[in-house]
C-alpha cells in the first residue's frame, strides 16, 4: 500500500507515521510525508491513500483533494483535523473516513482497516515471481512491462519484478486496467506517460520505452480516449 501523509504540523505528522506503522506494520506499506498541498500536487505521485489535513498554508484540505482528482481519480482519502465541524463538508470531495486528531488512535486503525480491505477489490493481479512464487500486486503501480528472454519484467512504482509469463498474458489481463501494448517487447500504463513522440513514450518516473511505428496511431488514440 502506498500512503501519502499531509500535515503543515511536524509533530502531527510523526503521529500519524506512528499510526501507520502501528496498524499495518512497515512491510508492503510506503508513507510519503508532505508539509503542504501544493508539495503533494506538484510530485504528480499515484497513492492509494492519502491521510491529510483540511487546515495547511497556501492551500486547505478541500481544494487539494479536488485537485488530485484529477491526477488520480481512484484514490481513498482520508481527512484528520481538530475541527470535526467540518466533516459534513467531506462529502464534496468523496472523503473515505473523517477523523477528530483527538480520538485519533482509535479513529486511524478502523480507517486503515477498512481501506485495506476496499483495496483488496481493486485492480489486484496475481504475478508468478521467478524464484519466489504467487505474490499480488496492483495493477495502477505498474509503471510498464518489458520481455526479458523467456520472462517478462514487470516495472512497478517501487520494484521491479522478473515473472515466468508470456507478453502476450500479460496483455491479456491487463488490457482492461488502461494498459496498451506499445511495441512487441512493451505494454505500458497509460496512467503514468507524461509525453510521447514517434518513437518513444516517457514516463512520469523519468524512464522511456519504445512504441513501434506499425502501433503509433492506435496507442495514440487510446491514450487519448484514456483521458476524456
Keep these: 500500500m502506498k ?5 503543515y504540523n511536524e509533530i502531527w505528522r510523526e503521529l500519524i507515521v506512528k499510526g ?26 499515484l497513492y492509494e491513500v492519502v491521510i491529510m489535513d483540511i487546515e495547511m498554508q497556501e492551500m486547505n484540505g478541500f481544494e487539494m483533494a479536488e485537485k488530485y482528482r484529477d491526477i488520480n481519480a481512484d484514490y481513498i482519502l482520508i481527512i484528520i483535523t481538530e475541527h470535526i465541524e467540518l466533516s459534513r463538508k467531506g462529502y464534496l470531495v468523496n472523503a473515505f473516513r473523517y477523523i477528530d486528531k483527538i480520538k485519533m488512535e482509535d479513529e486511524l486503525e478502523e480507517a486503515l482497516t477498512s481501506a485495506q480491505k476496499l483495496l483488496k477489490n481493486k485492480n489486484v493481479i496475481e504475478i508468478n515471481v521467478v524464484n519466489t512464487g504467487k505474490m499480488q500486486i496492483y495493477s495502477k503501480e505498474i509503471l510498464y512491462i518489458e520481455t526479458e528472454k523467456r520472462n517478462v519484467a514487470i516495472y512497478t512504482v517501487d520494484n521491479k519484478h522478473i515473472c515466468s509469463h508470456s507478453i502476450g498474458y500479460m496483455e491479456n489481463i491487463l488490457v482492461k486496467d488502461g494498459f496498451y501494448r506499445c511495441h512487441k517487447s512493451f505494454i505500458v500504463n497509460l496512467d503514468w506517460i507524461k509525453s510521447f513522440d514517434k518513437k518513444n513514450i516517457y514516463l512520469k518516473d523519468g524512464s522511456n520505452i519504445m512504441v ?13 480516449d484514456s483521458k476524456v
Aim: proline share 0%.
Design 20 to 45: 501507520i506503522n502501528r496498524y499495518l506494520g512497515t512491510y508492503n506499506v510506503v508513507i510519503d510525508v508532505y508539509e503542504s498541498g501544493i508539495a503533494f500536487i506538484d510530485r504528480q505521485d
Design 212 to 224: 513501434s511505428q506499425r502501433r503509433y496511431y492506435e496507442f495514440k488514440k487510446k491514450y487519448l
Design 3 to 7: 500512503i501519502a501523509v499531509i500535515d
